[in-house]
Nanobody, 124 residues
Framework: QVQFVESGGGLVQPGGSLRLSCAAS????????MGWFRQAPGKEREGVSC????????YYGDSVKGRFIISRDKAKNTVYLQMSSLKPDDTAVYFCAATSRTFGTLSVMNYEYWGQGTQVTVSS
């Protein structure tokens, strides 16, 4: 059974940093593309960043480019999202997800497995 345990969310002031973790069990994460998504109240879920399974290329949504970094630790079967220069607009529930597609994609519909989400709140 595929399961994700997300952690690292919380309350942070604008300009601060957080690192989200997504530990997987029930499958080998390195065989899948992994993505981070977020959903703010009243808004659709959007792709934040992804890492493809083919060559480890990374992709970012326009709103987080230059501020967020996705990475993977194969030995720990864990994917991370380092978030810096956080803004109030980054407030959302963040989800990790896995896709069997070999190309990088930030489209929600391409992901088969999802975590339960972790809340990130950016506020002074």
């Amino acid at each position: 059974q595929v399961q994700f345990v997300e952690s690292g969310g919380g309350l942070v002031q604008p300009g601060g940093s957080l690192r989200l973790s997504c530990a997987a069990s029930g499958f080998t994460q390195s065989y899948y593309g992994m993505g981070w998504f977020r959903q703010a109240p009243g808004k659709e879920r959007e792709g934040v960043s992804c890492l493809d399974s083919a060559d480890g290329s990374t992709y970012y949504g326009d709103s987080v480019k230059g501020r967020f970094i996705i990475s993977r630790d194969k030995a720990k079967n864990t994917v991370y999202l380092q978030m810096s220069s956080l803004k109030p607009d980054d407030t959302a529930v963040y989800f990790c997800a896995a896709t069997s597609r070999t190309f990088g994609t930030l489209s929600v519909m391409n992901y088969e497995y999802w975590g339960q989400g972790t809340q990130v709140t950016v506020s002074s």
